[in-house]
Nanobody
């Protein structure tokens, strides 16, 4: 099983980034997918969730008007479009597939919002 995140980097406040997470080794289309983030010394925070079909999405209050999670089951990939970024969004972002029978995580992609 692999979850490989990409798309992080350095962006100025107010800017945008699009994260991607390519999945392999499991039936991607059968499971909800999640984006989490974590800063050093802080607990991992759930940012967004999308159901297996993509029909339902949920967001943390801090990002709900700025981030959009989506998925392409044909490409086994989940995305997160992040707009109006601010320094508080600086974190390592992790892609995850979690269910009653498994708990998969990627290695993360770093997002730094700074002028």
């Amino acid at each position: 099983v692999q979850l490989v995140e990409s798309g992080g980097g350095l962006v100025q406040p107010g800017g945008s980034l699009r994260l991607s997470c390519a999945a392999s080794g499991f039936t991607f289309s059968s499971y909800d997918m999640f984006w989490y983030r974590q800063a050093p010394g802080k607990e991992r925070e759930l940012v967004a969730r999308i159901t297996s079909s993509g029909g339902i999405t949920n967001y943390a209050d801090s990002v709900s008007s700025r981030f959009t999670i989506s998925r392409d089951n044909a490409k086994n990939t989940v995305y997160m479009q992040m707009n109006s970024l601010n320094p508080e969004d600086t974190d390592v972002y992790y892609c995850s597939s979690r269910s009653m029978c498994h708990d998969y995580w990627g290695h993360g992609t770093r997002v730094t919002v700074s002028s």
